[in-house]
């Protein structure tokens, strides 16, 4: 039996999948609030060009530039698809598993696929640097790698509670050449107004979000990039799952349930919504599942109209949202931790096309499930990761018990090399 594809060079999918045509009603466009000025006017000032008008686009293809496709290559693109057999085994299941690897990142995490394209098209508009925000730190990670190796300069401003304890991530941003610092900073106006009142501030997403967008806005040679939440992001992503459909025709096989786990959405979103589109333009039955956390259940929020980040600086989107000043609890999966959900994901939750799952705070239930993922498979997930693999699991277990032959696909988003301290805190282990 095998147990793992993967694709050629000369197979890389040339085109990103743009769902927006095929989706069962027009996508609310985001909006301005009733007060202050046209944030929607702003755009142009803060997003790179080219991401902007893929932002709207209406056409299902678009194409990839060859540099970046070269850029692909170098990441380690195409990746691998795994048939899970030792974890079925494992669990005693009459289901079948397999898994896409994106942990097979340079910088651990599936971002690198929407940093280079968008490092890329920002050196093409002339750009010498850009900005960020980072919680976790897997974008901010990704970003500086992608500027570093288009030539960009990178600033990345990192939510404090956060910078304060992940020293090997903060190495490995400088090491790549990025200017980091912890979030308020009194690098922004903005931030100033936090920090000086409370240099100590633990700092959220939001809040570095606006020191990011700030800091780009009052330097004409940056450009901010955003690494999850927007319609190009997840554009970007679909190489994930548009790779995975060619690697099931060759298995032979196809997905019954469709999992990842959900932050903003951009993973899960590049995994799912090529197999989206089979359901919407071709009859598919599939059954999709976001793992998220209780901390931050953002499907489960209001589907309305709110601010992507905490200054309110970004444009109104329509989205499945726990409000933009909401305080979430800290986990160990960071990257999951976002008041709100792409527009995308949230209108197809809407239309009744996507469950959700939200796992238990303490994380302990869904860790213990990723140690047996890794007894079984030996590859170490991201703590995001994590949540995919026991929503997996969970299904797997669900047809040890119904006795039905499931096909779940379910995504490892990145890899936890640098998240060992985590798992340990967690589990109790030395
Ligand atoms: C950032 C991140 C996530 C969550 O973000 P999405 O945009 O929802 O994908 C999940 N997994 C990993 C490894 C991440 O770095």
């Given at each position: 039996m095998k147990n793992m594809v993967n694709l050629n060079f000369d197979e890389l999918q040339v085109q990103w999948y743009n769902i927006i045509p095929d989706l069962p009603e027009p996508l609310p466009q985001p909006m301005d609030p009733k007060?202050?000025?046209?944030r929607l006017q702003n755009l142009p000032n803060l997003m790179i060009g080219e991401c902007l008008n893929q932002e709207f686009s209406n056409k299902t293809w678009i194409d990839i530039p060859g540099g970046i496709l070269d850029l692909y290559s170098r990441a380690g693109r195409p990746r691998p698809l795994f048939r899970a057999t030792s974890l079925e085994k494992k669990l005693d299941t009459p289901a079948r598993l397999y898994y896409k690897s994106e942990f097979f990142s340079p910088t651990g995490s599936h971002k690198v696929n929407t940093a280079l394209a968008q490092c890329w098209y920002a050196k093409q508009q002339g750009f010498e640097r850009v900005t960020t925000e980072t919680g976790a730190g897997q974008w901010g990670t990704a970003l500086s790698y992608a500027a570093a190796i288009t030539g960009l300069k990178c600033t990345v401003f990192w939510v404090r509670s956060v910078y304060n304890w992940k020293k090997d991530r903060l190495s490995f941003m400088k090491l790549l050449g990025a200017d980091v610092f912890a979030s308020p900073?009194?690098?922004?106006e903005f931030g100033r107004s936090l920090y000086e009142k409370n240099p100590e501030h633990v700092g959220s997403l939001g809040i570095a979000i606006s020191e990011g967008m700030e800091d780009s806005q009052k330097d004409p040679k940056a450009t901010y990039c955003l690494g999850s939440v927007l319609n190009h992001v997840l554009m970007h992503q679909t190489i994930i799952g548009l790779e995975t459909k060619k690697q099931f025709e060759i298995f032979d096989d196809y997905p019954d349930i469709v999992i990842s786990c959900l932050g903003g959405g951009s993973n899960f979103g590049g995994f799912a919504l090529p197999f989206m589109g089979d359901v919407l333009k071709k009859g598919k039955k599939i059954k999709f599942i976001a793992a998220q956390s209780q901390a931050a259940p953002n499907l489960q929020g209001n589907y309305e109209y709110d601010f992507a980040d905490y200054a309110e600086i970004t444009p109104m989107l329509k989205m499945y949202t726990l409000g933009h000043k909401v305080d979430m609890e800290p986990i160990k999966g960071d990257g999951l931790r976002y008041h709100g959900s792409s527009p995308i994901i949230s209108l197809l939750r809407h239309k009744g096309l996507i469950d959700t799952v939200a796992y238990p705070i303490d994380e302990k239930y869904v860790f213990e499930k990723a140690k047996i993922f890794m007894e079984a498979e030996g590859w170490l997930p991201a703590p995001e990761s994590a949540y995919s693999v026991c929503c997996a699991i969970d299904e797997a277990i669900k047809c040890r018990e119904s006795g039905e032959k499931k096909v779940i696909a379910f995504n490892?988003?990145?890899?936890g090399f640098l998240d060992i301290y985590g798992y340990r805190t967690i589990l109790g282990i030395e």
């Open positions: 007060e202050g000025p046209s900073s009194p690098m922004t490892i988003s990145g890899h």
